[in-house]
């Protein structure tokens, strides 16, 4: 009887044994803004208001500035009628007031006042449906315009940003920063709209007795600072939540995408997957409750103080009367006065501290824009022909999550009418180097990439991928036309021609015969009135894509794991031709296919272990390519004839089929 020894890699070191599962986390390193968030003044906070108001009204000026200007011509005009009405709310009293029985000319002398008063009210209240109008104008086109900002800026940073657990992040906070910009104006308005009432109401009061309007600043100020404590706690908890969020939106993707949608179903996976849904929602929610009662603690303090700050302003007012300070006519407008006084303050403050809050997203918006997440492209301005020789010196790579480097000390070189294929077990470092290659990374520990002598970090980077083609190991299937998803939307003369060309190289033509309206076809799902194509049908439509680019760096990596037998057969014999006025980087583990290389580069572990011939790889019978090509070779038996020949040779049986 034999024993089945245990495999080393299933007995966990002791140490190791009793650690239970990793929890998933979203890690953001360095991010300082709960405590950033935590520092902020109430005093700094009154000083960012009209920075904020500044700001709001600088996006309406980019996307409408007529609105602009009519918005506060609208506010201005209204405080001003407020100012007006107030006034003459004096006028109207007084005669009235001035003995029990009122005559008639008393009653004439009130008219003017009240068609001033009546006037001033019917515009107002028209101007308040002009300016609710304008920022209904303005507010959509502004979210877009911060959409549209936002949405250049990644597409300006670095890929390596996408490694960067805080570039998530930051973009999430960016992203928001979006949905909330459409508020910012409206709440920057009602801001406008209450100083106006504010301003107007207490030169009235002002007039009334100097004395009521510090009294009423006093009397607000609890509410105030209460309201701005509410805002900052509610920041902080929809920071704290932002990992779970994160986490909610993973999850969610991964219970109904398509692509995994089968999996959930065929490994029963839905009750274990809503369950994780459902504790990162309850921590969600055990931070916002703490946070809502925090908020309502704060806010019940600072409304209880302010009702008592309001009684002394009425009890002083008393005061004044009895001591005849004021007169009866004149308490009256003090009366709406204060109350608009009032008013004009509580809206600035609850107004004030939302606008603070947005603030805070939108600072989360600007950053982002301006430093594209922390990783906007900085290199150099160089424009680069299509390479003739594409080299790697001692590069370095490691990610930033990474304990180790992808790639250690690599050095090779790539020259145009060659193919060199990269080989090596799963994580070596493969992919990692085609995308340092073609400048979609930079080494970032040591060693540079040059092309044609230049450092690839002094190349401007869209003027360098410019001249590269990839076909990366999951490519997109853009919802586009097969034309479209050829050209990927950048035309060259007689475009239908080359698309064909192309798309015949890759074998894709045989594709575009079968659609309904052929190269005009929309390639979506049937409800975007689309057709649908299968795997490998997409496959070589990712090829063509890479073959009618103008590149001079051509980058296939695992181009063709979907294709059938007959398809990779004609991709392989087309790929000398192709690689005449091209330099190649072929990506693969079927080693048959490698034998089309000029050069075969074996990675392990990130370092180049072996580079040479196909077949000079093929004679070194202790290295690792041959060990990977006998391993491939030994269930038939019989060793492939190297690709881009027209038959198999069998070279120890004969040939199966
Ligand atoms: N985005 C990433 N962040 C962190 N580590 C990564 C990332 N992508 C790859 N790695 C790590 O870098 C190493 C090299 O990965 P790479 O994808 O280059 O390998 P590969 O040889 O192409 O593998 P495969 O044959 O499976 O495609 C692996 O250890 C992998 O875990």
């Known amino acids: 009887m034999t024993t089945i020894p245990k495999p080393a890699a299933i007995t966990a070191p002791a140490e190791e044994a009793d650690v239970s599962d990793e929890e998933l986390k979203f890690i953001i390193p360095g991010d300082r803004r709960i405590e950033a968030a935590n520092a902020i003044t109430t005093r700094a906070m009154a000083r960012r208001l009209p920075q904020l108001i500044r700001r709001s009204l600088a996006l309406g ?13 609208v506010q201005l005009l209204s405080g001003v009628l407020e100012a007006f009405g107030l006034m003459a709310t004096t006028g109207v009293i007084k005669p009235l007031i001035a003995s029990q029985h009122i005559s008639g000319d008393q009653l004439r002398s009130a008219v003017p006042s009240l068609v001033v008063l009546a006037g001033a009210i019917g515009l107002r209240a028209l101007l308040g449906i002009a300016s609710t109008a304008l920022s209904a104008r303005l507010a959509p086109r502004i979210a877009r315009e911060a959409e549209l900002e936002l949405l250049d800026a990644a597409t300006r940073a670095e890929l390596a940003a996408y490694d960067n657990p805080g570039y998530n992040d930051r973009w999430d906070a960016a992203d928001r920063g979006v949905e909330v910009s459409r508020d910012l104006l409206t709440q920057a308005q009602y801001i406008l709209a209450a100083s106006a009432s504010l301003i107007a109401s207490a030169f009235v009061l002002t007039a009334v007795h100097p004395i009521l309007l510090p009294l009423l600043v006093l009397a607000a100020l609890p509410k105030g600072l209460a309201s701005v404590r509410a805002a900052r706690i509610s920041y902080i908890a929809s920071l ?65 103080t302010g009702g008592l700050a309001h009684a002394v302003v009425w009890v002083a007012l008393a005061l004044l009367v009895s001591a005849g300070q004021i007169s009866v006519a004149a308490l009256g407008t003090a009366f709406l006065a204060l109350g608009r006084v009032s008013a ?20 989360d918006w600007a950053d982002f824009i301006d430093e594209a997440g922390g990783h906007r492209i900085d290199r150099g301005p160089g424009t680069p022909a299509a390479p003739t020789l594409v080299r790697a010196e001692n590069i370095t790579f490691q990610y930033p999550s990474a304990d180790r480097p992808a790639l250690d000390d690599v050095s090779l070189e790539v020259r145009r009418g060659e193919v060199v294929a990269l080989v090596g077990e799963n994580g070596s470092g493969k992919t990692t180097l085609s995308k340092i290659l073609s400048a979609l990374y930079l080494p970032d520990q ?14 401007d980077a869209h003027a360098t991928w410019e001249r590269v083609a990839v076909v990366p190991q999951s490519y997109a299937n853009w919802p586009l036309s097969a034309r479209e998803n050829i050209t990927l939307g950048q035309a060259t003369e007689d475009e239908d021609a080359a698309v064909l060309a192309a798309a015949h190289a890759a074998g894709a033509d045989e594709v575009i015969d079968g659609l ?45 794991a979907a294709l059938d037998p007959r398809a990779e057969h004609r991709i392989f014999t087309g790929l000398r031709r192709l690689a005449a006025d091209r330099a190649v980087v072929l990506v693969t583990h079927r080693l048959t296919n490698v034998t089309v290389a000029d050069r075969v580069v074996v990675l392990d572990k990130g370092r180049v272990i072996q580079q040479g011939t196909p077949d000079e790889l093929l004679a070194q019978h202790d290295g690792l390519f041959r060990e990977l090509w006998d391993l491939q070779n030994e269930r038939t038996g019989r060793v492939p004839a190297p690709a881009g020949s027209e038959e198999n040779v069998p070279l120890n049986q004969p040939a199966l089929f």
């Open 446 to 459: 040591g060693g540079a990439v040059t092309w044609d002598g230049t450092d690839t970090r002094d190349l």
């Open 344 to 363: 004009g303050l509580d809206g600035i403050v609850g107004y004030g501290a939302q606008l603070f809050r947005t603030g805070m997203y939108l600072d």
């Open 516 to 560: 309904r309206s052929g190269l005009n076809t929309l390639l979506a799902k049937e409800w975007w009135g689309g057709q649908e194509l299968s795997g490998g049908q997409w496959q070589r439509i990712a090829i063509a894509r890479a073959f009618h680019r103008p590149a001079g760096l051509l980058v296939l990596d695992e181009p063709t």
């Open 61 to 73: 000026w980019q996307v409408d500035r007529a609105a602009v200007i009519a918005l506060l011509g």
């Open 240 to 304: 704290d939540t932002s990992k779970d969020r994160r986490l909610l939106g993973m999850l969610r993707w991964y219970m109904v995408d398509k692509q995994t949608a089968d999996q959930v179903r065929s490994g029963t996976m839905a009750p274990f997957l809503l369950d994780k849904y459902r504790t990162a929602g309850a921590r969600i929610d055990a931070t916002t409750d703490q946070a809502t009662w925090r908020s309502a603690r704060i806010s019940l303090v600072g409304g209880a």
